[in-house]
């Protein structure tokens, strides 16, 4: 997914609002790493398009509050036997 750097901010921005995705799964989605998923959405998104960087900067929000739950759940299921 090379190429246009404020398009590809774009398109993961609305991948993230419409799917409630996490950074991960969204990097995973368009073969990018986290990091680049980050930088393009914290930092390239915000100067050129300020309104779509306030919906996904909500959505991330949101996932930053709930990562310990998920991350209680994944340990749980590991210990489990993946129940």
Request: glycine share 8%.
């Amino acid at each position: 997914m090379k190429g246009n750097i404020e398009e590809r901010a774009c398109r993961l921005a609305l991948y993230i609002i419409e799917n409630k995705a996490t950074v991960r799964g969204a990097a995973k989605k368009f073969g990018v790493s986290k990091s680049t998923v980050h930088k393009d959405l914290s930092e390239r998104l915000p100067a050129f398009n300020r309104t779509l960087y306030l919906q996904v900067k909500q959505v991330m929000d949101e996932n930053k509050a709930e990562r310990h739950i998920r991350g209680g759940i994944a340990t749980r299921n590991k210990y489990r036997g993946g129940a």
